[in-house]
């Protein structure tokens, strides 16, 4: 891979952008701890933007059941089209793609014909039984638009036939109810799927669900970034799930992406996870710490809060004689005045 310097940004969030240098740094760092594993990433320019390839772990974290698909075993479900595709530019928001018709060859392979009773079947070069072949008769592929489904006849053999049942009763090596549909993926088991750095977390929730058949909306799960520590930190919705898991680093002993129902999480916080792990006595003892502190500081307050108090009436009681020496100046002034008027009229 060609790790050389670059000086454009990425974008890895909403308003928040990083240097390609320190994302390839990162991503430098990420390849060598998988280094010889399928979980190296790579990279790659497409239109002068940056795009980085790989599989994403993801962690079950789930309280409650999900409801999957009873798809018909002949069924081949494809994801929706998404930027994901290494070779595609299609939009994961599309709602569908337009198939083209298909013709098969002229040359067909014909039913045999369920045998009379008391027939026998015919052998393996025996030709009783067989349609005539149609000359000249293309056929168009059925689609998921047409209105029913025709089961075909059952052609397996036993040991595809166990098979199939072994799938149906387990995903992932998740085992669920088969009549209800209805299975918990075990807490902490790790699935991944393929994305790439322009997927947001809600495409991200929408590959991962449509990659097991759940028919649980995506809006009823989030992305949670959760620590060793216990902080966890929720996805936004305008976040990108493989570019948050580089920045944090390789290493899932560290950090792990989970996926967990909205409702029953919440938010943990750096500072907050710091007392998660301690014993209840330890964080008692820490609480009444707290309490002894902020009682100290009331009091500290309200000494302060008394002495200004007193400064304050001393200013105005200093005030009140400052008023009183000044009329009483005022009054000895308009006196003298007084007498002096009076001495010139005398004077005269």
């Not at 010889?36 to 940056?50: I, K, V, W």
């Not at 070069?125 to 000359?135: A, I, N």
């Not at 799930?241 to 967990?260: D, T």
Request: charged share 25%.
């Amino acid at each position: 891979m060609d790790y050389s310097h670059q000086t454009s940004l990425v974008p890895c969030g909403q308003d928040k952008y990083i240097s390609k240098n320190e994302l390839l740094l990162h991503l430098k760092t990420y390849n060598l701890y998988y280094e010889g594993q399928n979980l190296q990433l790579r990279h790659r320019e497409e239109e002068d933007e940056f795009i980085v390839e790989g599989l994403l772990n993801i962690s079950w974290g789930l309280r409650r059941p999900i409801r999957l698909q009873m798809q018909d075993d002949n069924e081949r479900i494809r994801p929706p089209p998404s930027s994901s595709s290494w070779h595609s530019g299609c939009n994961l928001g599309a709602q569908g793609t337009t198939l083209k018709p298909l013709t098969v060859p002229n040359v067909q392979i014909s039913e045999v014909d369920a045998p009379p009773e008391g027939d026998q079947m015919p052998g393996p070069t025996d030709t009783r039984g067989l349609k005539p072949l149609q000359e000249d008769t293309p056929q168009l592929m059925r689609t998921r638009s047409d209105v029913g489904v025709r089961r075909r006849g059952n052609v397996r053999t036993p040991s595809d036939q166990r098979r199939i049942r072994r799938h149906r009763f387990s995903i992932n090596g998740h085992f669920y109810n088969h009549k209800t549909s209805v299975f918990t993926p075990a807490y902490g088991s790790v699935t991944n799927v393929r994305i790439n750095s322009t997927m947001t977390t809600p495409q991200v929730l929408k590959l991962l669900l449509n990659k097991f058949k759940i028919e649980n909306s995506a809006e009823e799960f989030a992305l949670y970034v959760v620590h060793t520590s216990g902080e966890k930190q929720k996805l936004k919705a305008t976040d990108y799930p493989l570019i948050a898991r580089i920045l944090q680093g390789p290493c899932e002993q560290v950090s792990k992406v989970f996926l967990m129902e909205k409702d029953q999480v919440e938010e943990v916080t750096y500072d907050v996870a710091q007392y998660i792990k301690f014993e209840m006595p330890v964080l008692k003892s820490f609480i009444q710490k707290l309490q002894e502190e902020e009682d100290r500081e009331v009091k500290k307050l309200m000494r302060k809060n008394d002495s200004w108090a007193s400064v304050q009436l001393i200013q105005s009681e200093e005030g009140d004689r400052c008023l009183d020496l000044g009329a009483w100046l005022w009054r000895l002034t308009k006196q003298h005045q007084q007498l002096l008027r009076v001495g010139v009229s005398e004077s005269s």
